[in-house]
């Protein structure tokens, strides 16, 4: 099968023929349609994971998976040749504590088990990938492949981000950054109830924040961003997309009494925290990884319903170095997909 292939840390991708993989008596072998792209899998080519035991290449990488069941392993009686289906990219072993209690994303073995797709095992830069069948779910009708993709980790990241942040119905979000990850959790944010409110670095983007649901929207750039968080009634959670420390600890002084500020965007920048503000208002900051397989379904289905689509570009696997180098200059708009086909 045709595959893109990182074979070290730091070197241009490579187009190849490999040999399709083969799949155990509880996997499935889906033929990918369409694999979207991830910051991530810049700091995977970069090495950024080699320190937490994601050093097996030559990989394949792709964690935004979708496509069409091609084969099932014996034992799998919940899926049938010809589904269509996405990837949940977490392998958790099934049975330790988070496993148990439903939060995969947490698995103890993640990272030292060679548990995710995409980045300790191959994922969907290529014609088919394997996969557990407990981590592989069928597609609303509503939702095309393309479409369907970035919901498996931009979308969950946004979706679980928010219930991590505590939020209830009704609610003020505050969604900084308006990317890849941002323009979905604004739609998200908006199908899930709350009132919205898109903070954007540079005050641009402020109709496309309106027609992806935003109710408010502030420029990060132009005067306090906490003041004008404040004067709106503060933010239960601020879900943070931007890799700007600054615009986050400004929107941080825009928390509600009890709010959250959810970093969801990889970044190893500090933040300053004041522990007395901390402690006067309980303020949270919490970080958030994805979310679990169930927030997943959940999310499939909030998307189908409320009509939430990313912003894409679509581009053929051969080039996914050109779709690298577009990620890495900030050049994507909004989700870059590959298509195998
Ligand atoms: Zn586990
Ligand atoms: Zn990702």
Request: hydrophobic letters at 45%.
């Amino acid at each position: 099968m045709k595959a893109v292939v990182l074979e070290a840390v730091q070197q241009p991708l490579v187009v190849k023929d490999v040999p399709a993989p083969a799949i155990g008596a509880q996997d499935v072998l889906i033929r990918v349609q369409a694999c979207g792209t991830c910051h991530t899998d810049l700091h995977l080519s970069e090495g950024m994971f080699v320190p937490f035991g994601v050093n097996k290449f030559p990989l394949i990488p792709g964690h935004e998976v979708t496509g069409v069941v091609d084969r099932v392993g014996a034992q799998v009686t919940h899926l049938k040749p010809g589904d269509r289906v996405g990837v949940y990219f977490v392998f958790g072993c099934g049975h330790c504590s988070y496993c148990v209690a439903g939060e995969d994303e947490n698995c103890t073995t993640i990272w030292t088990g060679s548990r995710l797709g995409g980045f300790s095992l191959d994922g969907g830069y290529a014609e088919y990938m394997r996969a557990p069948a407990d981590c592989v779910m069928r597609l609303p009708e509503e939702l095309d492949f393309v479409d369907a993709a970035p919901f498996f980790c931009a979308g969950l990241t946004m979706y679980g981000g928010i219930k991590n942040g505590g939020y209830r119905p009704g609610q003020r979000v505050a969604v900084l950054g308006i990317g890849g990850l941002g323009h979905l959790g604004l739609q998200i944010a908006n199908a899930m109830g709350a009132e919205v409110i898109a903070v954007t670095a540079t005050g641009a983007k402020k109709e496309l924040a309106h027609s992806l649901g935003a109710h408010h929207v502030i420029n990060g750039t132009g005067g306090d961003v906490g003041a004008q968080l404040r004067a709106l009634g503060g933010a239960n959670v601020v879900l943070s997309t931007t890799l700007d420390t600054q615009l986050i600890a400004g929107a941080m002084q825009g928390l509600a009494t009890e709010g959250a500020l959810v970093l969801a965007a990889v970044t190893v920048e500090s933040i300053p925290v004041v522990p007395a503000l901390l402690l006067a208002f309980q303020h949270r900051i919490v970080g958030s990884l994805v979310g679990s397989r169930g927030d997943m379904q959940e999310l499939l289905q909030l998307a189908a319903k409320h009509k939430i689509r990313p912003m894409t570009e679509i581009y053929p696997l051969e080039q996914a170095n050109e779709v690298h180098a577009r990620l890495r200059a900030q050049q994507v708009r909004f989700r870059a997909v590959l298509t195998p086909a």
